[in-house]
T-cell receptor
Framework: DVKVTQSSRYLVKRTGEKVFLECVQD?????MFWYRQDPGLGLRLIYFSYDVKMKEKGDIPEGYSVSREKKERFSLILESASTNQTSMYLCATTSQGRSGELFFGEGSRLTVL | GQSLEQPSEVTAVEGAIVQINCTYQTSGFYGLSWYQQHDGGAPTFLSY????GLEETGRFSSFLSRSDSYGYLLLQELQMKDSASYFCAVPGDYKLSFGAGTTVTVRA
């Protein structure tokens, strides 16, 4: 089974703090993704990466950056957290470029005060 | 870009049948996926339709009509454990775009 592990299940941060969310997958997949999930809005893509050191903006990249130094690890960075970034963050991976199947981590629920 | 429309909520009783419709607009279509997410859990993959027609997997079936830009997920013999959110999604180049989700509530 594919395992996608997110470093923190729950985080509480203050406005202006730098936040790191880390994701590790154990299946040697090329593609990794960061989504945020908010009620009524579904899952919205923040950034994705199809190879080490490669990154592409998704639909809502503003206020976020990412890092992919190793194939198995994809980090999401909030340089200066704001209250509107309070959300559930989901990491996912897939091995195929045009696949309908993503494997998700359990999510990181971030609250920014 | 991509946009997907699905109903926000559906309620049904145990043993009933529920159909969740999804209409989409995409630039370049490869297929339609469905995911299930229980409250507090991660989304899990249910099905993927690349071609027109009905695909059946146990109590769940998924249908696609490419000419109508439409698909649906059919949940049969509903059980309490089917209470969850269901998302349709379309893959594009390297990424997957999701609908807002349909919350299915199953009542005894």
């Amino acid at each position: 089974d594919v395992k996608v592990t997110q470093s923190s299940r729950y985080l509480v941060k203050r406005t202006g703090e730098k936040v790191f969310l880390e994701c590790v997958q154990d299946m040697d997949h090329e593609n990794m993704f960061w989504y945020r999930q908010d009620p009524g809005l579904g899952l919205r893509l923040i950034y994705f990466s199809y190879d080490v050191k490669m990154k592409e903006k998704g639909d809502i990249p503003e206020g976020y950056s990412v890092s992919r130094e190793k194939k198995e690890r994809f980090s999401l960075i909030l340089e200066s957290a704001s209250t509107n970034q309070t959300s559930m963050y989901l990491c996912a991976t897939t091995s195929q470029g045009r696949s309908g199947e993503l494997f998700f981590g359990e999510g990181s629920r971030l609250t920014v005060l | 870009g991509q946009s997907l429309e699905q109903p926000s909520e559906v309620t049904a009783v145990e043993g009933a049948i529920v159909q969740i419709n999804c209409t989409y607009q995409t630039s370049g279509f490869y297929g339609l996926s469905w995911y299930q997410q229980h409250d507090g859990g991660a989304p899990t993959f249910l099905s993927y339709n690349a071609l027109d027609g009905l695909e059946e997997t146990g109590r769940f079936s998924s249908f696609l009509s490419r000419s109508d830009s439409y698909g649906y997920l059919l949940l049969q013999e509903l059980q309490m454990k089917d209470s969850a959110s269901y998302f349709c999604a379309v893959p594009g180049d390297y990424k997957l775009s999701f609908g807002a989700g349909t919350t299915v509530t199953v009542r005894a």
